[in-house]
């Protein structure tokens, strides 16, 4: 892949390492038969850095993200990827999305806000959510930020605000997909039981055919505002990529339908996120679900841009500006979470290993039954000999890893997990007042701290007590004042 430069932006030249194993084409076991980052053993970073520990490839990161984004290109003619901020919301994350030329989608005001901070191109962000303030559609329409209509009184403030600023608004509307089809077919049970089709009725998202209508015909008469797009996110429901090209032309049958109703023709499409990727390994949903056998980018691309062709030249419509949310896609094959072994505990009938990490900081693991495969980080190509509980320090089972076949490890190892990249950090947690760990991003033979390592104060910090408490606990108590007698 070659270097290219990105409004003003520079993107580097990457070259995949030559490990004895590769787990990707930037993590692998290096020369001393240690697990590698890049350049760096992972073992001197933990040592360094400490742990828990969260590292993320650089190289990885933009490798996976170019992959991505050329394999639609290939297939489409106006594609533009707009990464996921929520799998990975770090300032450093999105300086290299800058510099790779993506957007962003922003779930609320707080990742619209880093995203700006960052230098991101407002035009190539977009604000998405089902229960926007005032104050983050003042942000987005001060900035210029495209705004997925979610909720029917979001045009009264928008309206408003617009006017007060003296500012034109770009609009999106977040559908309401019927998906009939998928009344069938069933994925990962992520968001409720039932279909495909009754996961997605049951969330919260969306517009209505009729809600879509009324609201173009409103925006029509709206002279600041400029109809933009419509977006659908059919989330991590699935890893067939049948499915998504079903959602993909649905989504022109629905620019049908609001041409035939508002004379409107949505410039641009937005099928939002929810792409998977496999490994060799495994990783991913209820045990190994995304292996060898998963869907590549290449055959998200293939199978979408052709429904959306065929679409097209179906109903005469002419083919959208197509935007895509990739989040884990990207992210997630560039961590690793490394934790130190503590106490190995045995019983008569299983094996625990606990770690200083903890499904705080892989939750995942915990709420959706996630795999990450866990290896050794010394002598990483080590065989298993044993089932053990990986586990965390916390009061919960807290199972990271559980029923795993691994080498001993006694107390001071360290132990990886692999393809953490993608929400982890932003959905770590302080549960038993466990401080979050550091995040470094490794850069060839470079690693930098990109978030600092929590220190209890942060915690700490947070919390008042009230002056009554205080008097309570600490102020000297008044001699002649009656004692206070509990009797049974």
Request: proline residues 6%; negative net charge.
């Given at each position: 892949?070659?270097a290219h430069?990105n409004d003003?932006?520079?993107?580097?030249?990457l070259?995949?390492?030559?490990?004895?194993?590769?787990?990707?084409e930037f993590?692998?076991?290096?020369?001393?038969?240690?697990?590698?980052?890049e350049?760096c053993?992972?073992?001197?970073?933990a040592?360094?850095?400490?742990?828990p520990?969260?590292?993320i490839?650089e190289?990885q990161f933009?490798?996976?993200?170019r992959?991505?984004?050329d394999?639609?290109?290939?297939h489409?003619p106006s594609v533009?990827?707009l990464f996921?901020?929520k799998?990975?919301?770090?300032l450093a994350?999105r300086h290299?999305?800058?510099?790779?030329?993506?957007?962003g989608?922003?779930?609320g005001?707080?990742?619209?806000?880093l995203?700006l901070?960052?230098g991101?191109n407002p035009k190539t962000l977009?604000?998405?959510?089902?229960?926007?303030?005032?104050e983050e559609?003042?942000?987005?329409?001060a900035?210029g930020?495209?705004i997925n209509?979610?909720?029917?009184?979001?045009l009264?403030?928008?309206?408003?605000?617009?006017?007060?600023l003296?500012?034109?608004?770009?609009?999106?509307?977040?559908?309401?997909?019927d998906?009939?089809?998928?009344?069938g077919r069933t994925?990962?049970?992520m968001?409720?039981?039932?279909?495909?089709?009754?996961?997605s009725d049951?969330?919260k998202w969306?517009?209505?055919r009729?809600?879509?209508v009324?609201?173009?015909?409103?925006a029509?008469?709206?002279p600041r505002v400029?109809?933009?797009e419509t977006?659908f996110?059919?989330?991590?429901m699935?890893?067939?990529?049948?499915?998504?090209a079903i959602m993909?032309r649905e989504?022109?049958?629905w620019?049908a339908?609001?041409?035939?109703e508002?004379?409107?023709?949505p410039d641009?499409?937005?099928?939002g996120?929810g792409w998977t990727f496999?490994?060799?390994y495994?990783?991913?949903?209820?045990?190994?679900?995304?292996?060898d056998r998963?869907?590549t980018?290449?055959?998200?691309?293939?199978l979408c841009?052709?429904?959306?062709?065929?679409e097209?030249?179906?109903?005469g419509?002419?083919?959208?500006?197509?935007r895509?949310?990739?989040?884990?896609?990207?992210?997630?094959?560039?961590g690793v979470?490394?934790?130190?072994v503590g106490?190995?505990?045995?019983?008569?009938?299983?094996?625990?290993?606990?770690?200083?990490?903890s499904t705080n900081?892989?939750?995942?693991?915990a709420?959706l039954?996630?795999y990450y495969?866990a290896?050794?980080?010394?002598?990483?190509a080590r065989?298993?000999?044993?089932?053990?509980?990986?586990?965390?320090?916390l009061?919960?089972s807290?199972?990271?890893?559980?029923?795993?076949k691994?080498p001993?490890?006694?107390?001071?190892?360290?132990?990886?997990f692999?393809?953490?990249g993608?929400y982890t950090?932003?959905?770590?947690?302080?549960?038993n007042?466990q401080?979050l760990?550091?995040?470094v991003?490794?850069s060839g033979?470079r690693?930098?701290v990109?978030?600092?390592?929590?220190q209890?104060k942060?915690?700490a910090?947070?919390f008042?007590?009230p002056?009554?408490l205080?008097a309570a606990?600490?102020?000297?108590?008044?001699?002649?004042?009656p004692?206070?007698?509990?009797t049974p």
């Amino acid at each position: 892949m070659n270097a290219h430069a990105n409004d003003g932006h520079f993107a580097p030249q990457l070259k995949p390492k030559d490990y004895s194993i590769s787990f990707g084409e930037f993590v692998g076991i290096g020369p001393n038969g240690n697990l590698w980052v890049e350049d760096c053993d992972v073992n001197d970073l933990a040592e360094k850095f400490g742990t828990p520990l969260y590292i993320i490839s650089e190289s990885q990161f933009r490798y996976t993200y170019r992959a991505f984004r050329d394999a639609f290109r290939r297939h489409y003619p106006s594609v533009e990827i707009l990464f996921a901020n929520k799998s990975n919301n770090g300032l450093a994350i999105r300086h290299i999305m800058n510099q790779e030329g993506a957007g962003g989608d922003c779930f609320g005001v707080n990742e619209m806000y880093l995203s700006l901070l960052a230098g991101t191109n407002p035009k190539t962000l977009v604000l998405n959510g089902s229960n926007k303030q005032p104050e983050e559609l003042e942000m987005a329409i001060a900035n210029g930020v495209c705004i997925n209509i979610d909720a029917m009184d979001e045009l009264d403030l928008i309206e408003e605000i617009s006017a007060r600023l003296g500012r034109n608004v770009d609009l999106g509307i977040r559908l309401k997909l019927d998906l009939e089809p998928l009344a069938g077919r069933t994925g990962v049970a992520m968001h409720g039981p039932g279909t495909l089709k009754q996961q997605s009725d049951s969330t919260k998202w969306g517009m209505s055919r009729q809600q879509t209508v009324a609201i173009i015909r409103r925006a029509q008469s709206m002279p600041r505002v400029r109809l933009c797009e419509t977006h659908f996110h059919l989330s991590r429901m699935s890893n067939d990529p049948e499915n998504f090209a079903i959602m993909a032309r649905e989504m022109i049958a629905w620019s049908a339908f609001i041409r035939d109703e508002t004379g409107w023709i949505p410039d641009c499409i937005d099928i939002g996120g929810g792409w998977t990727f496999g490994k060799w390994y495994g990783t991913g949903p209820n045990g190994q679900l995304d292996d060898d056998r998963a869907p590549t980018a290449e055959d998200y691309a293939r199978l979408c841009s052709a429904a959306i062709k065929e679409e097209t030249a179906r109903y005469g419509l002419p083919l959208p500006k197509l935007r895509l949310e990739p989040g884990r896609a990207l992210s997630g094959p560039s961590g690793v979470a490394v934790g130190m072994v503590g106490a190995v505990k045995e019983g008569d009938h299983k094996k625990w290993v606990n770690m200083d990490l903890s499904t705080n900081h892989l939750s995942w693991a915990a709420a959706l039954d996630w795999y990450y495969h866990a290896l050794p980080v010394v002598d990483a190509a080590r065989e298993g000999s044993e089932i053990v509980d990986l586990v965390g320090p916390l009061c919960n089972s807290d199972e990271v890893g559980p029923h795993r076949k691994m080498p001993p490890f006694k107390r001071g190892d360290y132990v990886a997990f692999l393809d953490t990249g993608g929400y982890t950090e932003s959905c770590a947690a302080r549960y038993n007042a466990q401080l979050l760990p550091a995040t470094v991003l490794v850069s060839g033979n470079r690693a930098e701290v990109i978030t600092e390592r929590e220190q209890l104060k942060d915690v700490a910090g947070r919390f008042r007590v009230p002056p009554r408490l205080l008097a309570a606990s600490f102020a000297p108590q008044d001699r002649e004042s009656p004692s206070i007698i509990v009797t049974p």
